[in-house]
């Protein structure tokens, strides 16, 4: 039997203006596979996550979930988003609202759970990122790798079936990074199909089914993370993971 993928991008175009930025991915990842995005910068990765995310529209091609195309319509959105949950270097937190306030405002808006059922949700996921007892402070109030643990928790509360990252412990002192890590390392114990743009490249070796290099809106070069970082076929691939790690 032939194995779907959970989430299938394919043909993707997407220009700005008369920038093209995605010439033509195709990309299948499959269920509880951890795919890691790597490339130099301006090469289409962040955009390639937001148009999953419906942050972005491209000018064609099809992003499917489970076999079904994914739809912008306002009324499908916010589902959509649900499903396919997204984390973003810069957190993006609600600064003035609780930790546990910013988890549990999709659960009750979106999701319209009750009061006591979003509260003991966000708890619950909390204690998995290890910061439940944070759960009463000021989301600023926290490290940023604190701040990031909540953003993943708020994303996986809402039980998606596929987690994007963008870069998720760039914006982190090197201290904290691990903290993060570790709790994507979690998530792929868990079962959870993810796909993330890191310049980890140590995480991935040890994390990542498949690594996927980008150059100039294109998918030049894939493969399993030793293959990638050690056996590169790519001149392109070569030259940019020979650089890794200066
Ligand atoms: P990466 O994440 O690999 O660094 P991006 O997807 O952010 O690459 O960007 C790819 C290209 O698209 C870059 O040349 C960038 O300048 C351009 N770009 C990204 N977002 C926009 C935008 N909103 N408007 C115009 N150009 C953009
Ligand atoms: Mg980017």
């Known amino acids: 039997m032939a194995v779907r993928p959970i989430l299938e991008i394919a043909g993707l175009y997407k220009s700005y203006d008369e920038t093209p930025v995605l ?6 990842v499959f269920e509880e596979e951890l795919v890691f995005l790597i490339g130099p910068s301006g090469s289409g990765k962040s955009t ?94 926290l490290s940023g790798g604190q701040q990031q643990r909540v953003a993943i928790a708020r994303a ?8 994007l990252f963008d870069e ?19 998530m792929k114990q868990d079962g959870m199909t993810m796909m993330v743009v890191s310049h980890e490249m140590r995480f991935a070796e040890e994390a990542a089914d498949r690594v996927v290099f980008m150059d100039g809106g294109k998918i030049l070069e894939q493969g399993a993370p030793s293959q990638i970082f050690h056996h590169p076929q790519h001149e392109r691939t070569r030259s940019f993971v020979s650089r890794l790690g200066d």
Not at 23 to 28: N, P, R, Y
Not at 80 to 109: E, K, W
Not at 168 to 186: Q, W
């Open 23 to 28: 010439e033509g991915i195709d990309l299948k």
């Open 168 to 186: 998720p412990t760039s914006a982190l002192d090197p201290e904290l990074v691990m903290d993060v890590l570790n709790v994507m390392r979690d």
């Open 156 to 163: 996986l509360a809402l039980k998606p079936e596929v987690m």
């Open 48 to 141: 390639l996550l937001r148009c999953c995310n419906l942050l972005e529209t491209p000018q064609s091609g099809a992003i499917m979930l489970r076999g079904k195309n994914i739809e912008a319509r306002p009324s499908q959105l916010n589902q959509t988003r649900q499903r396919i949950g997204m984390v973003f270097q810069s957190f993006n937190l609600y600064p003035h609202l609780s930790v546990q306030a910013n988890i549990t405002i999709a659960l009750r808006l979106v999701q319209k759970k009750t009061k006591e059922q979003a509260n003991e949700i966000a708890l619950e996921h909390l204690d998995k990122v290890g910061l439940k007892h944070k759960a009463d402070s000021r989301a600023t109030s």
